[in-house]
């Protein structure tokens, strides 16, 4: 699969945020996902400790039984740098190598990063569904921007992640006990749909099973490629 239209990564900070501020206005926050979402791609991405390198996975599962379908990893250099706010430009060229071997397009994507709980309302799930026009959901193992308090301590419980009182994301507890995880609108996606489906694929634990799976896959690629 390919994006919708192009987006440049060679650019400033500076130019990064301005796109931000651009692509945030196009954003849709109320579900516009398929009638059936058959579907969910995991997409994360690790660094290399040893060179300027980054590992992207993306892994499509069956939305109903989270049987893996399809799995595409891929290892490229990194350009630019390490800026809070700014993943997207850093992360979402690997993760464009990645979708681009797929043969199938996913229904969903499920990010390990923020969507709009960001301060310019544009982090990697927003900028990602937004590029490939795909229902997306960031969901984060911890909190970026805004405040949230605690959800409470069962599955299922949330609390709203708020700035200046415009509720932005929320932090879902998705197993009893667990810490919660941060979750919110990518595009296409509301949070209330974005909190079902983050609960619907952690059956078992406090990750979603495509997170989990894409996890798995570029820890494994992370760690064939260190030297030995």
Request: charge should be positive; include cysteine; charged fraction near 20%.
């Amino acid at each position: 699969m390919h994006p919708q239209f192009e987006c440049p990564w060679d650019v400033t900070p500076q130019e990064a945020e301005r796109t931000q501020l651009a692509l945030a206005a196009r954003v849709t926050l109320q579900d516009a996902l398929p009638a059936t979402v058959r579907t969910v791609a995991g997409l994360d991405v690790a660094y290399s400790q040893d060179s300027p390198e980054t590992f992207a996975a993306v892994v499509v599962l069956d939305a109903q039984s989270l049987r893996q379908l399809e799995l595409r990893a891929v290892r490229t250099a990194v350009a630019f740098p390490y800026i809070p706010g700014l993943f997207s430009f850093r992360e979402i060229p690997a993760i464009a190598a990645a979708l681009a071997q797929l043969n199938s397009t996913p229904d969903l994507f499920l990010c390990d990063g923020h969507g709009i709980a960001h301060p310019r309302r544009l982090g990697l799930a927003s900028h990602l569904g937004l590029l490939y026009d795909v229902p997306s959901i960031g969901c984060a193992k911890t909190r970026f921007f805004g405040h949230a308090d605690p959800p409470g301590p069962h599955r299922g419980d949330a609390a709203p992640i708020l700035d200046a009182g415009e509720v932005i994301g929320a932090a879902l507890r998705t197993q009893h006990g667990v810490k919660p995880l941060y979750v919110s609108t990518g595009h296409r996606v509301s949070l209330q749909t974005a909190c079902h489906w983050v609960l619907r694929l952690s059956p078992k634990y406090r990750s979603p099973e495509p997170l989990r799976a894409a996890n798995t896959a570029v820890q494994t690629m992370k760690a064939r490629a260190a030297p030995r």
